[in-house]
C-alpha cells in the first residue's frame, strides 16, 4: 500500500524541507522524500485520521508561507504511485494557487469537470476506467436515488453484489458513491 503528499509553496519552500519532514514524521512514517523548487513530496504507507488540511494551515500560519497539500489514495503498487503522481504535478500546474489549500483527487476532478478526458478518466477511476459493467452499476444505482433495492433489481444482481461492487469501487478510487458530492463528480464523469 503507497501513498503520497505534495506539499506546495507559491515560492521556493526548500529551506522548510527539515521542518516539514520534522512535522509531518510526526504523523505518517516517510519512506521517501524528493525536494523540488516549490515542492515537497513525501511517501509513506500507512492510513492515518490526522487533518492534513489542519496541519497545512497551521504550517502555513506559523511560517507566513502560502502553502498547499495534495494527498493521495491509496495504490497497490509503488509504479502506479510514481504514474499517478507525475499526473497530479501537471494537473497542479493548471489549478490557481490560492483557489484550494487541500487537494485530493475530489478536488483535481472538481477543478478540471469541464476539460475531462480519457487520461483524466483512467487516473481517477484507476482499474475501473474501461469496466462497462462497472460504469452501468454506479449509473443505474445513482439513477435509482441511491436506493440499493431498486438498483439491484433494476441491475439484476443481489443486493449484496451490488453493495460489493459500490464498496470496492470505493476502495480502488476513494469517492464514495453513498455520499453527495463523491456522487455527484463520478456520475457527471461516466454518464
Known sequence: MYRY?????????EDQLNL???IFSEFIQIKHTECLDKQIIFEYEQETD???????????????????IYVSHVFDQKSEMLKHQAFIM????????????????????KAH?????????????????????MHETI???????????????KLYVHR???????D?????????LKNFYDAFLIYHFIK
Open 5 to 13: 503528499l505534495i506539499i506546495e509553496g507559491k515560492k521556493s519552500i
Open 20 to 22: 516539514l519532514i520534522s
Open 50 to 68: 490526522v487533518s492534513f488540511l489542519d496541519v497545512i494551515l497551521n504550517i502555513s500560519a506559523d511560517t507566513y508561507h502560502d502553502l498547499r
Open 90 to 109: 501537471s494537473k497542479l500546474l493548471l489549478i490557481p494557487f490560492n483557489k484550494y489549500t487541500y487537494l485530493d483527487d475530489k478536488t483535481i476532478l
Open 113 to 133: 469537470l469541464d476539460a475531462l478526458n480519457d487520461e483524466i478518466k483512467h487516473f481517477i477511476l484507476k482499474k475501473y476506467a474501461n469496466d462497462l459493467i
Open 139 to 153: 449509473k443505474v444505482y445513482l439513477e435509482s436515488n441511491q436506493n440499493m433495492v431498486i438498483a439491484a433489481k
Open 160 to 166: 449484496n453484489t451490488l453493495i460489493q461492487r459500490i
Open 168 to 176: 470496492k469501487f470505493h476502495q480502488v478510487t476513494g469517492f464514495d
